[in-house]
């Protein structure tokens, strides 16, 4: 992979001057990401490389298990969350997802998937280094970004998880605010799910594209160009209406955005 | 509710774009009003964090809390039952309103009342339920159930609501003024809480310290459920015990802050027992035991015998809200509702009383408000008596 060369010098350095700097991470890739927005997981990887810590991607590694788990089956989801035990080595290295909503399901649901089971101890301790990947970027690596993009009007959805459960929206939307040349506009009501709900838009189409519309209706009232989130099921849901409509905003992951923003391309 | 009937209500919800901007109206304004009381937000997540830690200490010892709240309220007077499922919880309120003789009961809000289906299993066995928090009174009177745990009426618009008024309440006139229509709910609510020989409530949180039971709301008629009545039943889920007085204040604070934006909301009810009786009786007292009601407020009068009577009546089919707001008899004379009172050989407190019972009804007659309290309630409302009411916070009924 290649590494911008502007940045390398400053990278090595800080590295050493942070002692918190981990060395080295792995990287969840989340289905979502490898399914549907491969190129946010590849900025999300170049991006924490370009700090100077090297990624490690296991392989064998595939769901976190949250569909089944929060459909209401645990032996399922624990069949394939086990999975996720063994794909990656049990060290110290922090397991950086990113995304808020496999983030939250590894690090909140996985001790209690795994109580009274062989692997509690093993799932406790792949929850306690479970982090976000905005969180890890900017609280872990403390990164700064210099923004090298046109002038840019965006507006940035939480998602559920990444709110509720994982805290982590000030962490991304710091990362946005460092970017000089990007106005972060917020959505009037941001607090709101935007309809996907994992299995929810599934089972409740009705009710999710209600939800889906009002969100783009949100999102249009900012007069943003770009929508940004930290969750690619959100960005899936949104995206999908707002090309249905044949409205000129585009979505996207934060990895990618920054990428975009910081490599210059 | 079948899936195929949930599938249908949410496409009728759906294609409602008056229902939609009802919600997204009060949604909106109520997060902004919590907003506004939580503006800090270190201080916030604190709060909540306080909130947690004291709530997972009761889920820690939830079986002794429960015990030393069943101890604490059975010593202060208050009797408690358990129930196993909502049928058995069912089955116990209808028998101590069928061992009070009452057919006719009034409620304050309860969101666990709702979940065990106690309307309609009283109805079904011939008592009359009113809901009288006025979100409740709303979608009782069209036949709704709440689509919000702390505002049930939230899907409703003032013009609704006075389409429901004018259509379901008789004689009420069709008025879009929120006074007005607070006027009308006032003053057929007055009646049902003078006649209802039972009244049933949530709790927000038992203290079992002190075995005490805490209610909280803005409007007046959940106090009004709770004391004017002469049984208060008050239904309650397990995980509202908490085990400190003290552990209130920052529940409270988190309660309405998150709940309807408040700082504090214009009732807190600490329920700790029964009306004590008099210590030492006066002749008065004793002639009128305290559990049988009889407010001569003119034009609103129901004595328990005049209500039983009408109840029995009631009881052999269903109560439609015509019942409800058929004018109230003409008040009988005192000496047939009340034999007992005209042998009583005097109404004033003997010497020795407690004077406690001049405020608690046991003497027969209207306790005298303070005029100020009287002036100002009967401005406001056109109604005699005094009592907390819909919006009108400042008179308690214990207030002069």
């Given at each position: 992979?290649?590494?911008?060369?502007?940045?390398?010098?400053?990278?090595?350095?800080?590295?050493?001057?942070?002692?918190?700097?981990?060395?080295?991470?792995?990287?969840?890739?989340?289905?979502?990401?490898?399914?549907?927005?491969?190129?946010?997981?590849?900025?999300?990887?170049?991006?924490?490389?370009?700090?100077?810590?090297?990624?490690?991607?296991?392989?064998?590694?595939?769901?976190?298990?949250?569909?089944?788990?929060?459909?209401?089956?645990?032996?399922?989801?624990?069949?394939?969350?086990?999975?996720?035990?063994?794909?990656?080595?049990?060290?110290?290295?922090?397991?950086?997802?990113?995304?808020?909503?496999?983030?939250?399901?590894?690090?909140?649901?996985?001790?209690?998937?795994?109580?009274?089971?062989?692997?509690?101890?093993?799932?406790?301790?792949?929850?306690?280094?479970?982090?976000?990947?905005?969180?890890?970027?900017?609280?872990?690596?403390?990164?700064?970004?210099?923004?090298?993009?046109?002038?840019?009007?965006?507006?940035?959805?939480?998602?559920?998880?990444?709110?509720?459960?994982?805290?982590?929206?000030?962490?991304?939307?710091?990362?946005?605010?460092?970017?000089?040349?990007?106005?972060?506009?917020?959505?009037?009501?941001?607090?709101?799910?935007?309809?996907?709900?994992?299995?929810?838009?599934?089972?409740?189409?009705?009710?999710?594209?209600?939800?889906?519309?009002?969100?783009?209706?949100?999102?249009?009232?900012?007069?943003?160009?770009?929508?940004?989130?930290?969750?690619?099921?959100?960005?899936?849901?949104?995206?999908?209406?707002?090309?249905?409509?044949?409205?000129?905003?585009?979505?996207?992951?934060?990895?990618?955005?920054?990428?975009?923003?910081?490599?210059?391309? | 509710?079948?899936?195929?009937?949930?599938?249908?209500?949410?496409?009728?919800?759906?294609?409602?774009?008056?229902?939609?901007?009802?919600?997204?109206?009060?949604?909106?304004?109520?997060?902004?009003?919590?907003?506004?009381?939580?503006?800090?937000?270190?201080?916030?997540?604190?709060?909540?964090?306080?909130?947690?830690?004291?709530k997972?200490?009761v889920l820690s010892r939830l079986p002794e809390l429960l015990e030393e709240l069943e101890?604490?309220c059975?010593?202060?007077?208050?009797?408690v039952h358990w129930a196993e499922t909502p049928?058995v919880a069912?089955?116990?309120?209808?028998?101590?309103?069928?061992?009070?003789?009452?057919?006719?009961?009034?409620?304050?809000?309860?969101?666990v009342?709702?979940e065990m289906?106690?309307?309609?299993?009283?109805?079904?066995?011939?008592?009359?339920?009113?809901?009288?928090?006025?979100?409740?009174?709303?979608?009782?009177?069209?036949?709704?159930?709440?689509?919000?745990?702390?505002?049930?009426?939230?899907?409703?618009?003032?013009?609704?609501?006075?389409?429901?008024?004018?259509?379901?309440?008789?004689?009420?006139?069709?008025?879009?003024?929120?006074?007005?229509?607070?006027?009308?709910?006032?003053?057929?609510?007055?009646?049902?809480?003078?006649?209802?020989?039972?009244?049933?409530?949530g709790v927000n949180f038992a203290?079992a310290?002190?075995?005490?039971l805490?209610?909280?709301?803005?409007?007046?008629?959940?106090?009004?459920?709770?004391?004017?009545?002469?049984?208060?039943?008050a239904v309650m889920g397990l995980e509202k015990v908490v085990?400190?007085?003290?552990?209130?204040?920052?529940?409270?604070?988190?309660?309405?802050?998150?709940?309807?934006?408040?700082?504090?909301?214009?009732?807190?009810?600490?329920?700790?027992?029964?009306?004590?009786?008099?210590?030492?009786?006066?002749?008065?007292?004793?002639?009128?035991?305290?559990?049988?009601?009889?407010?001569?407020?003119?034009?609103?009068?129901?004595?328990?015998?005049?209500?039983?009577?009408?109840?029995?009546?009631?009881?052999?089919?269903?109560?439609?809200?015509?019942?409800?707001?058929?004018?109230?008899?003409?008040?009988?004379?005192?000496?047939?509702?009340?034999?007992?009172?005209?042998?009583?050989?005097?109404?004033?407190?003997?010497?020795?009383?407690?004077?406690?019972?001049?405020?608690?009804?046991?003497?027969?007659?209207?306790?005298?408000?303070?005029?100020?309290?009287?002036?100002?309630?009967?401005?406001?409302?056109?109604?005699?008596?005094?009592?907390?009411?819909?919006?009108?916070?400042?008179?308690?009924?214990?207030?002069?």
């Amino acid at each position: 992979m290649r590494r911008p060369r502007g940045r390398q010098r400053t990278a090595f350095p800080r590295k050493d001057q942070n002692p918190l700097k981990p060395n080295p991470v792995y990287f969840f890739g989340t289905c979502l990401i490898e399914s549907f927005f491969p190129r946010a997981g590849e900025a999300a990887i170049r991006l924490i490389e370009r700090e100077g810590v090297p990624v490690r991607f296991p392989a064998g590694q595939s769901c976190c298990g949250q569909p089944a788990y929060n459909s209401g089956y645990p032996d399922d989801a624990r069949a394939v969350a086990r999975q996720q035990l063994r794909a990656f080595p049990d060290d110290e290295a922090p397991i950086v997802v990113p995304s808020g909503s496999c983030a939250g399901m590894m690090k909140h649901h996985y001790p209690g998937l795994f109580a009274g089971e062989p692997d509690q101890a093993l799932a406790e301790r792949f929850a306690g280094r479970v982090v976000e990947w905005s969180e890890f970027m900017a609280a872990r690596l403390g990164v700064e970004l210099e923004d090298r993009g046109a002038p840019l009007k965006v507006t940035w959805h939480s998602s559920c998880h990444a709110m509720r459960e994982m805290n982590v929206i000030a962490h991304s939307k710091g990362l946005i605010r460092q970017l000089s040349r990007v106005e972060l506009v917020e959505l009037a009501r941001e607090r709101e799910c935007c309809g996907f709900g994992g299995t929810f838009a599934v089972k409740h189409p009705a009710i999710s594209g209600a939800l889906v519309t009002d969100k783009v209706d949100d999102i249009r009232a900012t007069g943003a160009e770009r929508v940004i989130a930290g969750d690619c099921g959100c960005l899936l849901n949104i995206t999908g209406a707002i090309a249905h409509r044949g409205l000129p905003i585009r979505g996207q992951h934060l990895a990618e955005f920054i990428w975009e923003r910081t490599h210059g391309s | 509710m079948g899936p195929e009937e949930f599938d249908r209500n949410v496409e009728l919800a759906l294609a409602d774009a008056q229902l939609r901007r009802n919600f997204a109206f009060a949604m909106g304004s109520f997060i902004a009003r919590r907003q506004a009381v939580f503006s800090d937000a270190a201080q916030t997540e604190r709060l909540r964090g306080q909130g947690q830690a004291l709530k997972r200490r009761v889920l820690s010892r939830l079986p002794e809390l429960l015990e030393e709240l069943e101890a604490n309220c059975t010593r202060n007077g208050i009797q408690v039952h358990w129930a196993e499922t909502p049928a058995v919880a069912n089955r116990l309120v209808l028998d101590i309103i069928e061992r009070h003789a009452a057919t006719r009961v009034v409620k304050g809000k309860s969101m666990v009342s709702e979940e065990m289906h106690l309307n309609a299993f009283l109805e079904k066995h011939g008592v009359e339920v009113v809901e009288t928090d006025l979100g409740e009174f709303i979608i009782q009177l069209n036949g709704e159930t709440p689509s919000h745990i702390i505002v049930p009426a939230i899907h409703k618009n003032k013009q609704q609501i006075a389409r429901i008024f004018h259509e379901k309440v008789p004689g009420a006139p069709y008025t879009e003024e929120v006074e007005e229509l607070n006027a009308i709910a006032r003053a057929t609510l007055r009646r049902k809480f003078a006649e209802a020989g039972v009244g049933i409530s949530g709790v927000n949180f038992a203290v079992a310290e002190t075995g005490t039971l805490c209610l909280v709301e803005n409007e007046g008629n959940g106090r009004m459920c709770t004391t004017l009545p002469p049984v208060h039943i008050a239904v309650m889920g397990l995980e509202k015990v908490v085990e400190k007085l003290a552990d209130l204040p920052p529940l409270l604070r988190l309660l309405t802050g998150s709940a309807t934006g408040q700082f504090i909301t214009t009732y807190v009810n600490l329920i700790s027992s029964p009306r004590r009786a008099c210590a030492r009786p006066c002749s008065a007292c004793a002639a009128a035991p305290a559990s049988t009601t009889a407010r001569s407020t003119p034009g609103s009068a129901a004595t328990p015998t005049a209500s039983s009577t009408r109840g029995r009546s009631a009881r052999s089919s269903t109560p439609r809200f015509s019942d409800w707001t058929r004018p109230a008899p003409s008040p009988r004379p005192r000496a047939s509702a009340a034999p007992a009172r005209r042998s009583a050989p005097s109404r004033s407190p003997s010497p020795g009383c407690c004077g406690a019972c001049a405020t608690r009804r046991c003497h027969r007659r209207p306790r005298a408000p303070c005029p100020a309290t009287a002036a100002a309630a009967a401005e406001r409302s056109g109604w005699p008596g005094q009592g907390g009411g819909i919006s009108t916070p400042t008179r308690g009924s214990t207030a002069c």
